[in-house]
Structure formats: C-alpha cells, structure tokens
C-alpha cells in the first residue's frame, strides 16, 4: 500500500512539471507529404534498403535510407503522384510498394472507422 502511494505521488509530481523536456526522447520524424511532425511510431517507414529495394519497414529497424508518411490516404496520393516518396529515398517507387503502402493507408482508415461503429452498435 505505501509503494501505491508513493507511485500516486510521483505521478502527480509528473504531471505539474509539464514544462520539462520529456519531448526530446521522441523521436520526430516529418511526414514527406504534409511535412508535419508526428512521432516517429505513429508515422509509417518506408525504407530504400542497401540492397536497392524498397520496403515499409513495420518495424522501424531495417537500415537505410528512410522516408516517413503521416499514414493518411491524401498525404500517400501527393507523395506518390509529385514523387514526394522517390524524390525522398532518392530511388524509384515500384508499382508494388504503391499498392502495399495504399493497402496499409486503407487498412489504417477503416480500423478508425471500425472503432467509431462499434461505440454506435
Ligand atoms: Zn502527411
């Protein structure tokens, strides 16, 4: 019970110091689209590896030359159609990475809206 206490303690402590850079342990990465900021793990990777091909890297390890998307449909269209992601990666975007990152796009948007139903039912 008092290590309970404690911990309810710290917390609170934690919470007024809002001011503290905690942020600085995030990584931020920007999205090659909408170039807006998000954290590196809500951002979608994809990676042109050493051995030239490009993959999304769900895992955020593999290594090589990395460009980042907010995981939003609009944003993945603009990057594809103005070569955003290319331009990025500094390589050709195959035809079958398009449809694997507007698989992962649709998968993100209907998971939202799933949620969203299933408060109503
Ligand atoms: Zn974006």
């Known amino acids: 019970m008092k290590k309970l206490k404690k911990s309810l303690r710290n917390s609170q402590l934690k919470g007024k110091a809002c001011d503290m850079p905690e942020q600085r342990k995030v990584p931020i990465r920007t999205c090659v689209s909408c170039r807006e900021?998000?954290?590196?793990?809500?951002?979608?990777?994809?990676?042109?590896?050493?051995?030239?091909?490009?993959?999304?890297?769900?895992?955020?390890?593999i290594s090589g030359r990395g460009a980042y998307l907010c995981?939003?449909?609009?944003?993945?269209?603009?990057?594809?159609k103005?070569?955003?992601?290319?331009?990025?990666?500094?390589?050709?975007?195959?035809?079958?990475?398009?449809?694997e990152?507007?698989?992962?796009?649709?998968?993100?948007?209907?998971?939202?809206?799933?949620?969203g139903n299933e408060g109503h039912l």
């Open 37 to 61: 900021s998000s954290e590196k793990k809500t951002l979608l990777r994809i990676v042109c590896g050493k051995d030239g091909l490009v993959r999304v890297d769900t895992s955020g390890k």
């Open 101 to 115: 990152l507007e698989k992962y796009v649709a998968v993100k948007a209907s998971g939202n809206q799933g949620n």
């Open 82 to 99: 103005a070569n955003k992601l290319g331009r990025a990666l500094r390589c050709e975007i195959p035809e079958e990475l398009k449809n």
């Open 71 to 80: 995981g939003s449909a609009k944003c993945l269209r603009i990057a594809l």
